[in-house]
């Protein structure tokens, strides 16, 4: 399928982008091998990475644009089949028209939570900077399905990332930058989860202590310059 007008050579600043994102998530030991994929909204559509394919393979001309109904460049034209995950990257840059980035790793500590179906709860007070006072887990469904995506928005709703059971985890941004910080953070929660764990159950912040967190962060999301970020990249 080939969707109308669509130049596969164009937008290269933003396909540079999504490669130099899955490098570095690839350089920050988020992502390992073929597994873990990213997109990013463009005119018209989304550019996605590649089905398959090793990040240290990739280049820019790889990543596969798509447009809003799902359609992708045919493969007879030279391109790439779409991250089998496409379904809940598109559903969820559907959903969220303020958001433009979305990543999706099997990183280490967040995979080995969400094998155990565990919620995160608010054990840190930086379970704030992903919408909430919990990290919720999806239900497990069949990887690169439409029902993988539909338990992704769920787990979503009010929130910047989520687990996926016996799979990974999901994050999204309003950028690339912001996608992939978010993503770091996250992993970093999940490893200080699972090391408080190894020696007992955490003491919990209450709702009002996460009430207060939460509303110190509300301008979270604003674009820069309209307060500290306190999300920093690897
Ligand atoms: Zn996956």
Sequence with gaps: ????????KAMKAEREQLLSTMQRLLQCGLNRGTSGNASLRVEGGLLITPSGMDVEDMLASDM??????????????????????????????????????????????ATTLACLRKEVPPFHYMIAVTGGNTIRCAPYALFGTPALSEAALKALEGRRACLLANHGMVVYGRDLAHALALAIEFETLCEQYWRTLQLGAPVLLSAEEMAEIIERFRWYGKPRGEGSNPIQGC
Aim: charge should be negative.
């Design 64 to 109: 596969v644009f798509m447009n809003m109904e799902g359609e992708w460049e045919g493969e007879s034209q030279g391109a790439r089949k779409p991250s089998s995950e496409w379904h809940f990257h598109l559903n969820i840059l559907k959903q969220r028209p303020e958001i433009n980035a979305v990543i999706h790793t099997h990183s280490m500590f």
């Design 1 to 8: 399928m080939k969707p109308e007008g669509m130049n596969p």
